[in-house]
């Protein structure tokens, strides 16, 4: 194939794939008109039109959709052998990009990334925080940390946090006016707070105990989108909240705020790093690993200490 025409290629994906001839030229560090005439050039060789224009949108052709949906997965092969290139050097250079939700960046991600790149500064390091659904591959992340439940069948997962458990708090003033719930059935009996997801689903309150598994479907009086948030209207008495212990470990230490059904809430795996089954893990995700590992180890000596 001529040089010239593979560029075009690469170029003409690019301005598909982000719908927009400024956002393409801006992410490949070229001028628009270079991305334009790129185009053209591609189009007049071809001789057929692959990219739909108009004053406020642009969008692929079918003829435009069809190499689109060849160029994709070549592209993203070669992009990730490239980066498995990286494992050949002595140095653990080149790019990692993570993806992650927040309170795993809080907890574990962040930590462990923060010490790789001041280990390491020639490794250009990027973190992503999502609480939503992301598709590492068609992003071109490296590696996503989430739970193990919300993999995708062909992705490579490693654990590498602790144990995580989810509990059900309110605050002392709340529980006062209340009776405290012994099973989970009786929290219809009670106000409590939602936490929609970032898929705009209400997230369920699980429980188990003794082998035996519950899920209960409350109706919220308060949804929050945002675990500060969540804990911070447990804490003003606004009802019963179900959460990750983590975000309510300080004020459940200092009484603020007070756990109820504890005997429902075992522990379950914690996070997953994960990446495509199609690529090789670089040299500096491997490193990335062993520091999350790291962090975990010691989150789980600091909690068993306290």
């Given at each position: 194939?001529?040089?010239?025409?593979f560029?075009?290629?690469?170029?003409f994906?690019?301005?598909?794939?982000?719908?927009?001839?400024?956002?393409?030229?801006r992410?490949?560090g070229?001028?628009?008109?270079?991305?334009?005439?790129?185009?053209?050039?591609?189009?007049?060789?071809?001789?057929?039109?692959?990219?739909?224009?108009?004053?406020?949108?642009?969008?692929?052709?079918?003829?435009?959709?069809?190499?689109?949906?060849?160029l994709?997965?070549?592209?993203?092969?070669?992009?990730?052998?490239?980066?498995?290139?990286?494992?050949?050097?002595?140095?653990p250079?080149?790019?990692?990009?993570?993806?992650?939700?927040?309170?795993?960046?809080n907890?574990l991600?962040?930590?462990?990334?923060s010490?790789?790149l001041?280990?390491?500064?020639?490794?250009?390091?990027?973190?992503?925080?999502?609480?939503?659904?992301?598709?590492?591959?068609?992003?071109?992340?490296?590696?996503?940390?989430?739970?193990?439940?919300?993999?995708?069948m062909?992705?490579?997962?490693?654990?590498?946090?602790?144990?995580?458990?989810?509990?059900?708090?309110?605050?002392?003033?709340?529980?006062?006016?209340c009776?405290?719930?012994?099973?989970?059935?009786?929290?219809?009996g009670?106000?409590c707070?939602?936490?929609?997801t970032?898929?705009?689903?209400?997230?369920?309150w699980?429980?188990?105990k003794?082998?035996?598994?519950?899920?209960?479907?409350v109706?919220?009086?308060?949804v929050v989108?945002?675990?500060?948030?969540?804990?911070?209207?447990?804490?003003?008495r606004m009802?019963?909240?179900?959460?990750?212990?983590?975000?309510?470990?300080?004020?459940?230490?200092?009484?603020r705020?007070?756990?109820?059904?504890?005997?429902?809430?075992?522990?379950?795996?914690?996070?997953h790093?994960?990446?495509?089954?199609?690529?090789?893990?670089?040299?500096?995700?491997?490193?990335?690993l062993?520091?999350?590992?790291?962090?975990?180890?010691?989150?789980?000596?600091?909690?068993?200490?306290?």
């Open positions: 194939m001529n040089p010239r025409k560029s075009d290629l690469v170029i994906h690019r301005v598909a794939e982000k719908r927009s001839f400024t956002a393409a030229a992410s490949l070229v001028t628009q008109s270079a991305v334009s005439q790129t185009v053209k050039r591609l189009e007049g060789d071809l001789r057929i039109r692959l990219l739909s224009r108009s004053t406020r949108s642009l969008s692929p052709t079918a003829a435009g959709e069809r190499l689109l949906h060849t994709s997965p070549v592209i993203a092969e070669i992009d990730a052998e490239i980066d498995d290139l990286e494992q050949l050097r002595e140095e250079g080149g790019r990692l990009r993570v993806t992650c939700g927040k309170h795993a960046a907890t991600v962040w930590p462990a990334f010490r790789l001041a280990a390491h500064p020639e490794i250009e390091g990027e973190l992503s925080v999502e609480n939503g659904y992301v598709d590492i591959v068609a992003e071109r992340f490296d590696v996503g940390v989430r739970m193990r439940d919300d993999l995708e062909d992705m490579v997962s490693v654990p590498v946090g602790p144990p995580l458990r989810s509990v059900v708090v309110g605050a002392p003033g709340y529980l006062a006016t009776d405290r719930p012994r099973i989970p059935r009786d929290l219809a009670h106000r707070i939602g936490f929609r970032a898929g705009g689903t209400l997230s369920p699980s429980f188990e003794d082998g035996h598994a519950e899920t209960v479907k109706t919220p009086s308060v989108n945002d675990g500060d948030a969540l804990v911070g209207a447990a804490h003003a009802g019963l909240a179900y959460m990750l212990e983590d975000l309510a470990a300080p004020f459940l230490a200092d009484g705020l007070v756990e109820v059904l504890s005997d429902w809430s075992p522990e379950f795996p914690g996070y790093a994960f990446y495509s089954s199609r690529r090789q893990p670089t040299r500096a995700f491997t490193l990335f062993e520091r999350l590992r790291q962090v975990a180890r010691e989150r789980t000596v600091a909690r068993e200490a306290g």
